[in-house]
T-cell receptor, first 113, second 116 residues
Framework: AQTVTQSQPEMSVQEAETVTLSCTYD???????LFWYKQPPSRQMILVIR??????QNATENRFSVNFQKAAKSFSLKISDSQLGDAAMYFC??????????FGAGTRLTVKP | DAGVIQSPRHEVTEMGQEVTLRCKPI?????LFWYRQTMMRGLELLIY????????DSGMPEDRFSAKMPNASFSTLKIQPSEPRDSAVYFC??????????????FGPGTRLTVT
């Protein structure tokens, strides 16, 4: 079974600084999809960024970018120029063909003013 | 476009009572998912539907839980009878699969259920 591991239960960053959240996953498949979701205190799950495994280029969405290392099965999220509104739980997720998205346990990010 | 809509946002009920959670997926989405989130177990997939048909309900904890999707724009998750250990946040999510899609799921705001 596919598993997703987020080894950092909590992280903190100074406002305007950069922070990287780690995620590793276990799979024997070659085609799959990876996601980062943000869950602020409102508890709404918000899609931050997606990565298709067949794409070598790392995905970027404004201040959010990923470092996708397929051989190492690693998928980290980098947040640049951190803002107070970035404070939230961040979940890494793996999905193959829409039948069972697997989530990590989450990393709680605190942004210090 | 409206996102996934869930109701109620909060539900407080007494043990033994029936609870019904409701979800309206994003229009045009052909997959619908029900998740449960707790501190202890994180996000768990309970059941998902494709074109209104239940595909996998192996995550449903026990017979007290049931889910239906009578049409493409509405689904319910029912707990009868409810127990304190059912207290959690229940999310509905939907997605649309087409050639080249990335299978991302879009979540509703969740229903916080408290069973006393």
């Amino acid at each position: 079974a596919q598993t997703v591991t987020q080894s950092q239960p909590e992280m903190s960053v100074q406002e305007a600084e950069t922070v990287t959240l780690s995620c590793t996953y276990d799979t024997s498949e070659s085609d799959y999809y990876l996601f980062w979701y943000k869950q602020p205190p409102s508890r709404q799950m918000i899609l931050v960024i997606r990565q298709e495994a067949y794409k070598q280029q790392n995905a970027t969405e404004n201040r959010f970018s990923v470092n996708f290392q397929k051989a190492a099965k690693s998928f980290s999220l980098k947040i640049s120029d951190s803002q107070l509104g970035d404070a939230a739980m961040y979940f890494c997720a793996y999905n193959r063909y829409n039948n069972d998205m697997r989530f990590g346990a989450g990393t709680r990010l605190t942004v210090k003013p | 476009d409206a996102g996934v809509i869930q109701s109620p946002r909060h539900e407080v009920t007494e043990m033994g009572q029936e609870v019904t959670l409701r979800c309206k997926p994003i229009s045009g989405h052909d997959y619908l998912f029900w998740y449960r989130q707790t501190m202890m177990r994180g996000l768990e997939l309970l059941i998902y539907f494709n074109n209104n048909v239940p595909i996998d309900d192996s995550g449903m904890p026990e017979d007290r839980f049931s889910a239906k999707m009578p049409n493409a724009s509405f689904s319910t998750l029912k707990i009868q009878p409810s127990e304190p250990r059912d207290s959690a946040v229940y999310f509905c999510a939907s997605s649309r699969v087409w050639r080249g899609s990335s299978y991302e799921q879009y979540f509703g705001p969740g229903t916080r259920l408290t069973v006393t």
